[in-house]
T-cell receptor, first 110, second 114 residues
Framework: QKEVEQDPGPLSVPEGAIVSLNCTYS??????FMWYRQYSRKGPELLMY????GNKEDGRFTAQVDKSSKYISLFIRDSQPSDSATYLC??????????FGTGTRLKVLA | DVKVTQSSRYLVKRTGEKVFLECVQD?????MFWYRQDPGLGLRLIYF???????EKGDIPEGYSVSREKKERFSLILESASTNQTSMYLC?????????????FGNGTRLTVT
C-alpha cells in the first residue's frame, strides 16, 4: 500500500465550478501538508501549506486536513481554465522525507 | 518570493556521457533536494543536502552523485548517463533544518539520454 493515495483523474469540470481534490494517507506521524500545482513541463508551484488539522484559506483556495481520518482536501472555488493543471499533495512528519501523491489532472472547461 | 533556478530546461545527452545539472536558490535556505519525476511513479528523492558539503542519499541514489560547495548551489551529477535516466529532474529547497517548512521547486530539467 502506498503511503499517500491520490486519484489520478482526469477530473473535468465546467468553468465556475467548485473543485474538490483529495489525498488519503496511512502514516499518522505526518503533520505538515502541502498542495502544489504543476503545469505541463514546469516545476510544482506551492499553493498551500498547513500544519496539523484544520482549514486554511487563501483567495479561491481552501486546504482542509482531517488527521483523524487521514484525509486532506484542496477546494478551488470559481474554477478558471487557467486552473487546468496537475495538483500534487505532499506531506512530511518533519524529516527530510516529503511524501508526494502521484497527482490529479484537472481540466476546467470554458 | 523564493526563487529556485535550474540552469537548463532541456538537455539531450548520449549514453555514457557525464552530465551536470545545476541548481541555485536565492533565499539562503538550509536544505536542498534533487528529485526525478516520471509518469505513474511520481516524485522520487535522489539526494538531499542539509548544509554545505553535507549530503544524504534518498530513495534512488544509484548512478547519481551530488555536490554542494556553496550554500546556494546544489549540483546533480550523472557519472555515466544511461537511457533509464531519461526523466524530468526537479531541484527544491526548504528553509529550516527541522524540515517543518514547505519545499520550493525549480522549473525542472527535462533530460533525454539517447
Amino acid at each position: 500500500q502506498k503511503e499517500v493515495e491520490q486519484d489520478p483523474g482526469p477530473l473535468s469540470v465546467p468553468e465556475g465550478a467548485i473543485v474538490s481534490l483529495n489525498c488519503t494517507y496511512s502514516n499518522s506521524a505526518f503533520q505538515y501538508f502541502m498542495w502544489y500545482r504543476q503545469y505541463s513541463r514546469k516545476g510544482p508551484e506551492l499553493l498551500m501549506y498547513t500544519y496539523s488539522s484544520g482549514n486554511k484559506e487563501d483567495g479561491r483556495f481552501t486546504a482542509q486536513v482531517d488527521k483523524s481520518s487521514k484525509y486532506i482536501s484542496l477546494f478551488i472555488r470559481d474554477s478558471q481554465p487557467s486552473d487546468s493543471a496537475t495538483y500534487l499533495c505532499a506531506m512530511t512528519s518533519g524529516t527530510y522525507k516529503y511524501i508526494f501523491g502521484t497527482g490529479t489532472r484537472l481540466k476546467v472547461l470554458a | 518570493d523564493v526563487k529556485v533556478t535550474q540552469s537548463s530546461r532541456y538537455l539531450v545527452k548520449r549514453t555514457g556521457e557525464k552530465v551536470f545539472l545545476e541548481c541555485v536558490q536565492d533565499m539562503d535556505h538550509e536544505n536542498m533536494f534533487w528529485y526525478r519525476q516520471d509518469p505513474g511513479l511520481g516524485l522520487r528523492l535522489i539526494y538531499f543536502s542539509y548544509d554545505v558539503k553535507m549530503k544524504e542519499k534518498g530513495d534512488i541514489p544509484e548512478g547519481y552523485s551530488v555536490s554542494r560547495e556553496k550554500k546556494e548551489r546544489f549540483s546533480l551529477i550523472l557519472e555515466s548517463a544511461s537511457t533509464n535516466q531519461t526523466s524530468m529532474y526537479l531541484c527544491a529547497s526548504c528553509e529550516y533544518r527541522g524540515m517543518d517548512s514547505p519545499l520550493h521547486f525549480g522549473n525542472g530539467t527535462r533530460l533525454t539520454v539517447t
